[in-house]
C-alpha cells in the first residue's frame, strides 16, 4: 500500500505542476527578420496601433510596422520581444523606443518626421 501511495502522490505532483503551469511554450512570428514572441508581439501591436494613429493622424488600418531592434543587449527586454519599432501611415512615420523602469516597461516616442 505505501508503493501505491507513493505512486500516487508522484501523478498529483507531476499533475500540480501541469496544472501550475499556466503559459504554453512561446510562438514565434518572425517580423523584419527578427523572431519575435508572438503572443508578445500582438499586445505591442495594438498599443502602439492606438498610439501611432493619435500621432500620426492616421487610421489604424493604414498603419505600417516595422521591427527596427530586437532586445538583444537591452537591459530588461528578452531577446524576443522588439525594442524599437517604427510604424508609417498617411505620409508620416514615428520610432518608439521601449524603456524599462521600475515600474515595467513604457514606449517613448523617439521622433515623428514625414515618410520619404
Given at each position: 500500500?505505501?508503493?501505491r501511495?507513493?505512486l500516487?502522490?508522484?501523478?498529483?505532483?507531476?499533475?500540480?505542476?501541469?496544472?501550475?503551469?499556466?503559459?504554453?511554450?512561446?510562438e514565434?512570428?518572425?517580423?523584419?527578420?527578427?523572431?519575435?514572441?508572438?503572443?508578445?508581439?500582438?499586445k505591442v501591436?495594438?498599443?502602439?496601433?492606438r498610439?501611432?494613429?493619435?500621432?500620426?493622424?492616421?487610421?489604424?488600418?493604414?498603419?505600417e510596422?516595422?521591427?527596427?531592434?530586437?532586445?538583444e543587449?537591452?537591459?530588461?527586454?528578452d531577446?524576443?520581444?522588439p525594442?524599437?519599432?517604427g510604424?508609417r501611415?498617411c505620409?508620416?512615420?514615428?520610432l518608439?523606443l521601449?524603456?524599462?523602469?521600475?515600474?515595467?516597461?513604457?514606449?517613448?516616442?523617439?521622433?515623428?518626421?514625414?515618410?520619404?
Open positions: 500500500m505505501g508503493h501511495l507513493a500516487l502522490a508522484a501523478g498529483l505532483v507531476c499533475v500540480g505542476v501541469a496544472a501550475c503551469r499556466t503559459t504554453s511554450p512561446k514565434p512570428v518572425v517580423v523584419s527578420g527578427y523572431q519575435l514572441d508572438a503572443e508578445h508581439w500582438s501591436k495594438e498599443e502602439l496601433s498610439r501611432a494613429s493619435f500621432e500620426l493622424s492616421c487610421p489604424i488600418t493604414d498603419l510596422f516595422t521591427v527596427v531592434k530586437n532586445g543587449g537591452v537591459m530588461g527586454v531577446d524576443d520581444e525594442s524599437q519599432v510604424v501611415g505620409n508620416r512615420q514615428v518608439y521601449m524603456v524599462v523602469g521600475p515600474m515595467g516597461w513604457t514606449w517613448l516616442t523617439q521622433s515623428a518626421t514625414p515618410a520619404e
